[in-house]
């Protein structure tokens, strides 16, 4: 099975920061990595796929990168409807696995 | 886009079972494949199954931990997706998302609010 290990596990973070989350592949998986914002009491939302494409009606501030093994899920100015907690997924191989999950909460 | 509901979730005792649905709305239920996940309380989202759609090759696929107690399956004539869960144990307790795969396998894109079971 695929590991996914996402860090950090929270961060403490204000309105206007950049924040980056990290999620590796215990394998490569190419780009086959989505990215989702969960907020308390919802399910999920896809944020971006494919590693690097942006959902459409995500704001243009969420971005991510990486390929094989790495990838990163950017928030380049953080606004307070960003305060989440953010899961990265690989499809590239049964079983699917998330990542642990990352916590951004207010500084 | 489409819309998701699921239904069928409530208290049931260890040993078990329960039937969850979902029905789908808004978009060609045929043609994608469905997942069910699933998040206990307080933490992080466990992939719990997979259905193919009608495009590609068929398959399902369970996650270890329900392999042999869990059946997926749909009626696409219904747009309905369900999971029969058998031999229920208490860290199955969780709320149970119904998703639907991309259209290009790639992740998850729409997804149910959810149905909570718990297993006491």
């Known amino acids: 099975d695929i590991q996914m290990t996402q860090s950090p596990s929270s961060l403490s973070a204000s309105v206007g920061d950049r924040v980056t989350i990290t999620c590796r592949a215990s394998?490569?998986?190419?780009?086959?990595l989505a990215w989702y914002q969960q907020k308390p009491g919802k399910a999920p939302k896809r944020l971006i796929y494919?590693?690097?494409n942006l959902q459409s009606g995500v704001p243009s501030r969420f971005s991510g990168s990486g390929s094989g093994t790495e990838f990163t899920l950017t928030i380049s100015s953080l606004q307070p409807e960003d305060f989440a907690t953010y899961y990265c997924?690989?499809?590239?191989?049964?079983?699917?696995?998330f990542g642990q999950g990352t916590k951004v909460e207010v500084k | 886009e489409g819309q998701l509901v699921e239904s069928g979730g409530g208290l049931v005792k260890p040993g078990g079972s329960l039937r969850l649905s979902c029905a789908s709305s808004?978009?060609?239920?045929?043609?994608?494949?469905m997942n069910w996940v699933r998040q206990a309380p307080g933490k992080g989202l466990e992939w719990v199954s997979s259905?193919?759609?009608?495009?590609?090759?068929?398959?399902?696929y369970y996650a270890d931990s329900v392999k042999g107690r869990f059946s997926i399956s749909r009626d696409n004539a219904k747009n309905s997706l369900f999971l029969q869960m058998n031999s229920l144990r208490a860290e199955d307790t969780a709320v149970y998302f119904c998703?639907?795969?991309?259209?290009?396998?790639?992740?998850?894109?729409?997804w149910g609010q959810g149905t909570t079971v718990t297993v006491s």
């Open positions: 808004g978009f060609t239920f045929t043609t994608y494949s």
């Open positions: 494919v590693a690097s």
């Open positions: 997924l690989q499809h590239n191989a049964y079983p699917r696995t």
């Open positions: 394998q490569g998986i190419r780009n086959d």
């Open positions: 998703a639907r795969e991309g259209y290009y396998e790639d992740g998850m894109d729409v």
């Open positions: 259905i193919s759609g009608s495009r590609g090759r068929s398959y399902i």
